[in-house]
């Protein structure tokens, strides 16, 4: 299950994970991007605030993150990754190799 919180004066949408991902939460999120976008087509933010990453239900929760990503990456802006997992910390910087929005992390300490 995810949380899910569209600022939308600010075209940005909060994403935060409650538990292990499944396929529905992807879907879930990007009905959600979409309807964020703006008239060009793009949402300005995605801000993902997570304490541990929870993992994925299923193989097919996995490939159905893969396919959200794909699909999307391109529509969003910036994406801040919100956390205090060592391991979520560098993530952004092999993500950002691939991914078009610009990634950065930032310590949860700063947001709770």
Known sequence: M???EPLREKNILIVAPQGPLGQA??????KAVDA??????????????????????SFSAFTAHLK???RHHRRIHRIAVVTNSALLKIV???????LHPEIRKRPASRFL
Request: net charge negative; glycine share 14%.
């Open 25 to 30: 939460d992807f879907e879930t999120i990007a």
């Open 36 to 57: 964020c976008q703006t008239s060009e087509g793009k949402v300005a933010g995605l801000m993902i605030t997570i304490g541990l990453f929870p993992g994925w239900q």
């Open 92 to 98: 952004p910087g092999i993500a950002g190799v691939f």
């Open 2 to 4: 995810v949380l899910l």
């Open 68 to 70: 959200f990503v794909a």
